[in-house]
């Protein structure tokens, strides 16, 4: 049975990136997420199946030193499905589910989700919810994303 749940220790979202890591085909499509990145998190929400974590998608504040600045007021971010587990909606209901959370929360805001710009399944759920591209970006000199934004 599948189960949606807050994920309240940052060190399980970093364990499912490790694991989705060790599993893609090209390392520079995705960027794993450690503690530290982890640390300006509000609020994570997870899909577990028997009691393992599966797949997520966090809400962070916008850090005011690195690329993000001036971009919106958060990023919907760590949205990760474990490659076995793909195709049966998760990364749709989890990134919802964040968008409802701040929603609640804040008026008028500006949230930003990056993409791995060949990464067609999540570019269409991002746009299916209303975001729209804005830019391509590099990141970290490394990875190549697509900027989405919407407004709420």
């Known amino acids: ?11 399980d979202i970093v364990n499912l990136g490790i694991e989705i890591s060790s599993l893609v085909e090209n390392p520079k499509s995705f960027i794993p997420p450690t503690l530290e990145k982890c640390q300006n998190i509000i609020i994570s929400y997870g899909i577990y199946e028997k009691d393992k974590l599966v797949a997520s998608c966090s809400i962070c504040k916008i850090a005011e030193k690195t690329w993000e600045k001036g971009m919106g007021s ?30 609640e ?7 930003i989700a ?4 060949e990464n067609y399944p999540s570019i269409n759920n991002l746009v299916s919810l209303g975001f729209t591209k804005e830019k391509d970006i590099i990141i970290e000199n ?4 697509s900027i989405y934004k919407i407004e709420l």
Not at 1 to 11: A, L
Not at 79 to 103: F, Q, W
Not at 114 to 117: A, E, I, K, L, S
């Open 1 to 11: 049975m599948v189960e949606v749940k807050e994920i309240k220790n940052n060190q």
């Open 74 to 103: 958060f990023m919907c971010h760590w949205a990760m499905v474990l490659p076995d587990c793909r195709g049966n909606g998760y990364h749709r209901i989890l990134r919802k589910k964040t968008l409802e959370y701040i929603s």
């Open 105 to 111: 929360k804040s008026q008028n805001v500006k949230i």
């Open 114 to 117: 990056t993409v791995f710009p």
């Open 142 to 145: 490394t990875y190549v994303r």
